[in-house]
């Protein structure tokens, strides 16, 4: 939840973009607020008396608070307010004329710097982070483990960050989770991955580790007086399997869960869900401690179960529910749907049985560890038009969803293009340009698994680009419309681009076709290019020509010579926007001179578009109309 607050009405008109884009309240003295037209989009608050009131009312029940006001007058309200980088919100402060966004407070733990990078997108305005972090393009070693449903435990998070900020050594030790953060540092990072095979006799004091970072579904303990700082997280990993008598109370459960994971030194933050058997899918004291845990509650069949090799099978259960075990055939089947397929999982805790004189039933626990965290999110998949190329061609809301990413996969070239987009922390995945169809299987199975990913196109994503592609492979698994989460941000199209730099060939109408016979039968591509010839419409051909792929933009000159006059006016737009434009106007006969690659449009006009001034003019007819004196308004397209 967001408050955005301001005590002006120019604050208010700079902060309404802001609130319906995250969405956001609006806060507002009374006076401003019944001077404001009441709207649809947003929740306008009035308030009353001191505005310190207010906010001290809105700290602890606020994920940020976005400020249009003078950043020490920001300072001055919030004062009394802050406790401790772990519990504060996030503070953004914004200027009156919406140059500025300024992360102030709570900028790693509180999200401020992803907000602030959110915000600057959105209203085109520059981001103010002084984090150490940020400028070092590592992930907040307070925020590494947030993509990944991680559970943050104990430690010293302030030394530890102090320790990184400073580029000293520090040591990660990472047994279980996913490593794909590691693959994305800098290459000047300083942590020192694993414990060193033969440590050195007389380590140099650059060299050693100032501070260690556990990544682990154990629990350690540490020492106050360590002079080594330490902190931990830990990947849900672990999945227990219960089994349980009718009407086992949830105090028992927990307490014999809290005991398997103390004797066993595991962290109850790794416990990634419970696992049962159907029968017991409707247990109230289970069903109601994993909702109070927020833990899925897998349920399988007898049969499901029957099927698993555990330690210590049971004629006694399987006479009563249909398998020989519960507890521990629960948890490898559950720990096996999070791991490779024909992985040799093994229990990290058989089963324990226990009873409570005072509680009634009893339970049994055992425990298995899958190979992939489960992150207990819904992932998301932005699929994003990026534009022609420059940075000022991208929409606000292209800017934002790929700055909120956690994972960003493209075409290489393309990610080149928008790295001054992208914030530290995030899995940057450039794939070559022939590998569509695996670039949209990656991006699904991230998001499947729980992740935000932006899938970034050049242009429009719809136009000859990921987005139908992406669709098409949901479809093909079974996709139920709803998990993953999909949006669909357009960007400005190669032939707008090629367009808006050559003048206004477009005005009439057109159609946009592919010279590429990677996807689609050349014949149909050529009865296409007939038709649109002679159809009289203005063409734009994508895909023209490639180093191996020669042939058929001088065909398709053949096919538009029949029916265009030669001086028909041709631009041949080479990386439109971009610092290597090249720009030809030509016409018909001669199209084929200049250079055209892969990242050309060639845009054909039709019997009536024109050269003039150095310009492409596509009549719409308005002359025509203004002769005949029968000039019809029309709505703006």
């Known amino acids: 939840m967001f408050a955005a607050i301001t005590t002006t009405p120019a604050g208010a008109r700079s902060l309404i973009p802001v609130c319906t884009a ?30 310190q009131n207010t906010i001290a009312a809105l700290w602890n029940e606020q994920t940020g608070l976005i400020f249009c006001l ?102 990660v030790i990472q047994d279980a989770g996913s490593a794909v953060w590691q693959q994305h540092l800098p290459a000047e990072h300083s942590f020192q991955f694993g414990w060193p095979e033969v440590p050195p006799l007389s380590p140099e004091p650059s060299s050693s580790p100032q501070a260690r970072v556990w990544i682990s579904p154990i629990q350690r303990r540490f020492a106050p007086e360590a002079e080594l700082p330490k902190v931990q997280w830990h990947p849900r990993v672990l999945w227990l399997g219960i089994g349980c008598e009718r009407g086992t109370s949830q105090a028992l459960i927990a307490q014999a869960i809290a005991t398997v994971c103390q004797t066993h030194h595991l962290a109850q933050g790794a416990i990634a869900g419970i696992a049962t058997i159907d029968l017991k899918a409707d247990e109230v004291g289970l069903v109601q401690l994993c909702q109070e845990r927020q833990w899925p509650l897998q349920c399988f069949t007898a049969a499901a179960l029957s099927k698993i090799p555990v330690p210590h099978p049971s004629t006694v259960v399987e006479k009563a529910v249909g398998t020989p075990s519960v507890a521990e055939a629960a948890a490898l089947l559950a720990a096996q749907q999070h791991s490779e397929a024909g992985s040799d999982l093994q229990l990290s805790v058989t089963k324990q049985v226990f009873r409570e004189a005072e509680q009634p039933g009893a339970v049994t626990v055992a425990i298995a560890q899958a190979q992939q965290e489960y992150t207990g999110r819904i992932g998301h998949l932005a699929l994003v038009g990026t534009g022609p190329g420059s940075l000022d061609q991208i929409t606000p809301a292209a800017k934002a969803a790929i700055a909120q990413a956690d994972a960003v996969i493209g075409y290489r070239l393309y990610i080149d293009l928008i790295r001054p987009l992208l914030r530290p922390g995030q899995i940057v995945e450039p794939w070559p340009i022939t590998q569509e169809q695996q670039r949209a299987e990656r991006a699904i199975a991230l998001a499947n698994w729980g992740l935000n990913v932006a899938v970034i196109s050049s242009g429009d994503c719809g136009i000859y680009a990921m987005a139908g592609l992406v669709l098409e ?78 042939e058929q933009i001088a065909i398709a000159q053949q096919i538009l010579a029949q029916h265009r006059a030669p001086e028909t006016p041709v631009a041949i737009v080479q990386s439109a926007y971009r610092p290597d434009e090249n720009i030809v106007l030509t016409d018909v006969t001669h199209m084929l001179e200049p250079a055209i690659d892969m990242l050309t449009t060639v845009i054909i006009g039709n019997r009536s578009t024109q050269l003039y001034a150095g310009k492409l003019i596509t009549p719409r007819g308005y002359a025509t109309q203004r002769a005949n004196g029968t000039v019809v308004a029309e709505l703006p397209d």
């Open 473 to 550: 492979t949901l479809q093909a698994q079974g996709w139920d419309g709803q998990t993953p989460t999909i949006a669909t941000l357009p960007g400005i199209s190669a032939l707008q681009s090629a367009a808006a730099r050559v003048g206004a060939p477009l005005m009439h109408d057109f159609c946009a076709i592919s010279l590429s016979d990677l996807l689609t039968p050349w014949p149909v591509i050529e009865k296409r290019l007939q038709a649109a010839a002679a159809a009289d419409f203005v063409i734009a051909l994508y895909n023209p020509k490639s180093q191996k792929r020669t």
């Open 22 to 51: 995250l969405p956001a309240t609006l806060w507002v003295p009374q006076s401003v607020a019944i001077a404001l037209e009441p709207t649809a989009d947003i929740t306008i608050q009035g308030y009353s008396g001191p505005l």
């Open 70 to 171: 003078a950043t020490g007058a920001v300072v001055r309200l919030i004062a009394p307010l802050l406790q401790d980088k772990q519990t504060d919100p996030a503070v953004v402060v914004l200027d009156e004329a919406g140059q500025f966004a300024i992360s102030l407070c709570g900028g790693h733990q509180g999200g401020g710097d992803r907000l602030t990078q959110r915000l600057s997108h959105l209203l085109n305005a520059q981001a103010v982070i002084t984090g150490s972090a940020h400028h070092l393009h590592l992930p907040g070693i307070d925020l590494l483990g947030q993509p990944f449903g991680w559970t943050k435990g104990s430690g010293d998070w302030t030394r530890v960050a102090s320790a990184i900020a400073r580029q000293a050594p520090v040591q």
